[in-house]
């Protein structure tokens, strides 16, 4: 799967009050670590609406590499940074997320405790490569 590019895929597993689906996701720090990423609708809509209420805060379309940017215009009680990411749903438009280390860490454990659906979804190299 190329880095960036979201798809709904189902949650293999679930366990009552889980979400039936998730946005999968393949990440890349800006150290260059790849990961995997189960998103729900939820944050998903909610990483949209912190980035374009801080559009001076997302970093330039580099699709599924996150990495910090200072919150430029910061509110009482809120971040001093975020996460940016830039993703895109096959045939859609690119969204801007902005995460806080809390929701990085969130999705982090989901991914741990839900491996079952990263290998399901997971695609091969050679599936990348031509995606």
């Known amino acids: 799967m190329p880095l960036g590019k979201i798809k709904q895929v189902p949650n293999t597993n679930r366990k009552f009050g889980s979400s039936g689906t998730y946005w999968f996701l393949k990440a890349q720090s800006g150290y260059g670590e790849e990961?995997?990423?189960?998103?729900?609708?939820a944050e998903r809509q909610r990483f949209v609406k912190r980035?374009?209420?801080?559009?001076?805060?997302?970093?330039?379309?580099?699709?599924g590499v996150f990495d910090v940017v200072e919150n430029g215009k910061r509110k009482f009680?809120?971040?001093?940074?975020?996460?940016?990411?830039?993703?895109?749903?096959?045939g859609g438009s690119k969204e801007h997320w902005l995460l806080t280390a809390v929701d990085l860490e969130r999705l982090r454990e989901r991914s741990e405790e839900n491996a079952d659906d990263l290998e399901v979804n997971h695609e091969s190299w050679l599936a990348d490569l031509l995606d």
């Open 35 to 41: 990961e995997y990423w189960l998103v729900t609708e």
């Open 51 to 63: 980035a374009k209420d801080n559009p001076e805060d997302t970093e330039p379309d580099r699709r």
């Open 77 to 90: 009680g809120s971040d001093n940074s975020y996460f940016s990411v830039s993703v895109r749903e096959k």
